[in-house]
């Protein structure tokens, strides 16, 4: 399984969060410590020991 992410490189930080968990940001000093980051966040956030995660849904309208 794969997850988008949306990352950023200010100064010599990483910033990124995964796509579907936009409010969750994270950093690392390498890209790779970023994936990391975010993978311990998914974790977290999809283990349901945290309450009312926000997430992003998708809706067609006509």
Do not use: R
Request: charged share 25%; glycine share 6%; net charge negative.
């Amino acid at each position: 399984m794969t997850k988008k992410f949306i990352y950023y490189q200010e100064d010599d930080m990483f910033i990124g969060w995964l796509e579907e968990f936009p409010d969750y940001k994270t950093q690392g000093e390498s890209l790779q410590e970023l994936m990391d980051n975010l993978l311990d966040i998914h974790n977290e956030l999809t283990s349901g020991n945290i309450p009312n995660v926000l997430h992003v849904g998708e809706l067609q309208v006509a």
